[in-house]
């Protein structure tokens, strides 16, 4: 098999020739290979193994695509590219290597790839903070040409078309890159990945029961274990020579991950605006604050604006009898009444104009971290066939043109070895794990909160 000349990276890597194949290559790639989780991660996965010419390719996902609980279902989702937008590989002896590999790919994903290219707007993107915490998070330093600094209220006002940041920005300070940065119509890009999945050959399995997968199949013999499959709530034994396991904050409940993951889940609301505001509000360079949340321009084919209140989340804990706990994800279409509050606080700081409107829609919505908020992109160290592909600990949808390639290349065996060292399987590391820890997040009451706590939700009719 041989990938693309063109690229020097088989990540990068968009069209790969079969014809040369030799037969353990033509064996590998028409091994059937099972998918847990048509998400974000799940759906990159697919994609990238079936542009590399594997053949036998099968998604199971609790829900029909686009999932409803995915995180990347959505309308929008901030995304970065590398600084000057550079999509070659960094220098192997780069100090920050395995970090400008994956924003290399994603530049080079969302500038050249028909599938991603059409979902990114390039409108810049304003990362800014007031708390002397949050401050420091985002790091106002010296960041190349093209960076502005922004210091009080009207220079942010100036970033902005007049009219709309009318609020006050109490303290505000940020940097506004003015291109090379923007959002993403998230759902968008998920369909259009699982679209072209599927017309290379794919199979997607989505809904319950027939896609929700309730275990995995494992076997023992001669004292070495192994996963060979997934059994879905139907019934159905499904079998694989490699299993890849991409159910985001779900993937958690299939095996003990030793305190790697953390299922925590953030908030968001939409407001419902007409056709006009709608036209005045498009364009707008995406808004994050770290100290208080972000929103972006409102979806053109709904005209629904999508803020999000900024915390460092909600955990789900249920303690089992050891006196141990576990968050334990469970899907929502309502938030907490608190979150609505924080999402209208928000408002009334940069569009007070818009701080009373009814919400349309709200959702709670799950990730994982993991301790250092580094992906997880390994084999199980027990069952040989099982690919992890998870932890994408909150900022894992940048990277849905790529994300496939390096799990794929895991897969494979030929994971560049920083970046395998940097995303292996590290127990170690979740030992003593703080469950509480804020992960470097702000806003909110700046703790990490229990949804258990919770005392009242919203009750927003979707229309
Ligand atoms: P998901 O996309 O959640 O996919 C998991 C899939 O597993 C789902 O489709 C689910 O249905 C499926 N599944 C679950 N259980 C089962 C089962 N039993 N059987 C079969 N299938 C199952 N990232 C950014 O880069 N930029 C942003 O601006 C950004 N904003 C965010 C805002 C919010 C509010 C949140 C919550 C996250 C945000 N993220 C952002 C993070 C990003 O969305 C996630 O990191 C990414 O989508 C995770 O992808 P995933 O494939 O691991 O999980
Ligand atoms: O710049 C970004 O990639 C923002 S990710 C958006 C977000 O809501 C976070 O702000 C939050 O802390 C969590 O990681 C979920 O994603």
Known sequence: ???????????????????SASPADVTMLQSPVLIIGAGTWGASTALHLARRGYTNVTVLDAYQQPSAISAGNDVNKIVSFTDQCKADPPAEDDPNFVNKTFFAALTKGFQHDPVFKPYFHNVGNITSAFSPGGLKHIGRRDRGSG???????????????????????????GYWKKTGAGWVHARNALVSAITEAQRLGVTFIGGDPEGKVVRLLFSSSNGSQDVIGAE??????????????????NADQFLDFKKQLRPTAWTLAHIRMSPEEAKAYRNLPV????????????????????????HPGYC?????PDGERRSVPFARHQIPLESAERIRGLLKATMPQLADRPFSFARICWCADTVDRNFLIDYHPDYPSLLLAVGASGRGFAHIPSIGGFIVDRLEGKMNQRIADAVRWRPEQAVDRDWDDTQNRFGGDYKVMDFQKVKGWTNIQES
């Open 1 to 19: 098999m041989r990938v693309d000349q063109s690229s020097q990276h088989p990540s990068l890597s968009i069209f790969i020739r079969i014809d």
């Open 147 to 173: 960076i502005v600094e922004l210091n009080d209220t009207e220079d942010f006002r100036k970033a902005f078309p007049s009219g709309i940041l009318t609020g006050p920005l109490p303290g505000w300070k």
């Open 232 to 249: 879905t709530a139907d019934g159905k034994q499904h079998l694989a020579s490699k299993v890849i396991l991409a159910a985001g904050a």
């Open 287 to 310: 808004l994050f604050n770290a100290d208080q949340g972000f929103f972006m321009e409102p979806d053109e084919d709904k005209h629904e604006l999508k803020i999000c209140d900024e």
């Open 316 to 320: 789900n804990w249920i303690v089992s």
